[in-house]
């Protein structure tokens, strides 16, 4: 006869209570963590729906939400640049005096933008300066060579800042003439950001630092000590050469914009700009700030002297959440009231601010001609998903909307009243308006505008215009679907 089993009460009461006592102990971890991470959502999260998603997320989620708080809701770019002194480069109408007092305003600006211009000069810590040339590149066959016979054409420094520099032939080009600026003796310093070099593997700055190139990461994740940072992205694209010539715009060193190629399967269209000028030494500037965050030290290139290139008027003004926060939003919302004929914009991602919502539909509603350009073939399908969303928001006041076929365009344009230009690496959305740093170039001038009219109308006639039958008429679950990833646009 077979031996009965018996049961061994002793190690199962010695188990339960091990269980009990870990279970007891992730409660008490939860019932200390969620109210202090709930608590700092309720006082340092300026948008009420944020705060309250935090909460929620602290409060229900046991241990994993605080994890996940500390991990992605902390700021800490604002108080690592209060402690470099970074804040006290700020000034404006909130520090009781305005940069027009100690810049005016160039004569050049015409009477009807003095007051937009008078809201630049608060929002940013630069002067509008005149004399500049800003020149538009088209994809990576003009940005590319013009941006590699600056650096091969270098004899003091080069300045470069970028989100992704790939590891590919483009990328492998930008190292190579890198790395002869170095040998040259040439003060090479390149920032990548920490997340963005993860796009390709290996990591461009290992093979860079292997030719003695000096390079910074701009908050990369790390296990040890932990970096609870990775949602906040350094977007800046940004090249200086001698302070002779920078370029800017949204375009990444990568294959991708090597439109011409026929065996792209990654296709993407871009605008890069070469600006000559004063304008220049901005650029610099903010190359050294985020330089100065990320690796603490203050040492500076020697400084040059850009010749007068040009009769445009330019300024760069920069968001992020360090004590620049919200300040695109509002030179966006502002822009927009301020337009009286037209407001032109193109970007790959919409999914703009309540703010900027509102600032639309108010200028469509008073006669303005807006008109929003967007790909139909997107990167990323869940935000052209949660886009279309929101999209009846702008067609019910009249609103143009117009998708561009394939490929995909990664460009970021803004024009008002066709005088009026913003470019740079900002995307309508809420990740460039309120998590990463970002960098705009603000141009006066007639041509230019009309230069970016003439590329925004060709892409507007290739595609077709969305209209607010097309957004009501989308089955039930296609509605659903884009519902539930607009429901999580604040996290895309």
Not at 10 to 23: I, K, P, R, S
Not at 173 to 184: I, K, N, Q
Not at 312 to 329: F, H, I, Q, S
Not at 422 to 440: A, K, V
Request: hydrophobic content about 45%; some cysteine; glycine content about 6%.
């Amino acid at each position: 006869m077979a031996e009965q089993p018996t049961l061994r009460t002793g190690h199962l009461v010695v188990a339960n209570l091990d269980l009990g006592f870990q279970t007891l102990l992730i409660l008490l971890f939860h019932a200390v963590l969620a109210p202090a991470t709930a608590l700092h959502a309720l006082l340092y999260k300026r948008d009420p729906r944020a705060a309250f998603g935090w909460i929620a997320v602290c409060v229900l989620a046991p241990v994993a939400g605080p994890v996940i708080y500390l991990f992605f809701g902390l700021n800490r770019a604002r108080g690592k640049a209060q402690r470099l002194g970074l804040g006290d480069l700020q000034f404006g109408y909130e520090r009781g005096r305005t940069i027009e007092r100690i810049h005016p305003l160039p004569p050049t600006i015409r009477d009807e933008y003095q007051s937009l211009a008078r809201i630049g000069q608060a929002l940013s810590r630069h002067a509008l300066v005149d004399d500049n040339r800003v020149e538009p590149l088209i994809n990576g066959e003009a940005a590319y060579p013009a941006m590699l016979d600056a650096i091969e054409r270098a004899e003091s420094h080069i300045l470069l800042t970028t989100y992704i520099l790939d590891n590919d032939r483009t990328g492998l080009a930008f190292r190579e003439a890198l790395a002869a600026a170095a040998a040259r003796d040439v003060d090479v310093r390149v920032m990548i950001d920490g997340i963005g070099e993860w796009y390709s593997i290996p990591r461009a700055s290992r093979a860079l630092k292997r030719h003695g190139i000096r390079v910074a990461r701009f908050l990369p994740p790390r296990l040890l000590p932990p970096s609870l940072s990775i949602n906040m992205r350094n977007h800046h694209k940004i090249l200086v050469v001698d302070d002779q010539v920078g370029f800017t715009g949204g375009m990444n060193i990568s294959d991708r914009h090597l439109v011409d190629d026929r065996d792209n399967r990654n296709c993407t269209t871009d605008v890069h700009f070469r600006l000559k000028g004063p304008v220049v030494l901005q650029l610099r500037q903010e190359f050294l700030r985020i330089w100065e965050f990320s690796t603490g030290t203050t040492d500076e290139p020697s400084r040059g002297r850009p010749d007068a290139s040009g009769e445009l008027a330019c300024r760069t003004v920069t968001d992020g959440p360090d004590e620049d926060l919200d300040r695109l939003n509002m030179l966006l919302s502002a822009a927009i009231a301020e337009a009286r004929q037209t407001v032109r914009i193109m970007t790959p991602y919409f999914l703009p601010s309540r703010e900027l919502i509102g600032a639309i539909q108010a200028a469509a509603v008073r006669g303005v001609k807006v008109q929003i350009v967007l790909p139909e073939v997107n990167n990323l399908p869940y935000i052209h998903w949660a886009t279309r969303n929101m999209l009846w928001e702008v067609l019910m006041r009249g609103v143009k909307v117009h998708y561009q076929p394939a490929p995909f365009n990664h460009a970021k344009l803004f024009v008002i009243d066709g005088y009026y230009s913003l470019i740079g690496s900002t995307n309508w959305d809420p990740r460039s308006l309120r998590l990463n740093f970002e960098l705009q170039v603000e141009v006066y001038g007639d041509e230019f505008a009309a230069g970016l009219i003439d590329y925004i109308d060709r892409a507007t006639h290739s595609g077709r215009e969305v209209t607010l039958e097309e957004v009501d008429g989308r089955n039930p679950l296609v509605r659903f679907r884009d519902a539930l990833c607009w429901l999580f646009s604040p996290y895309l």
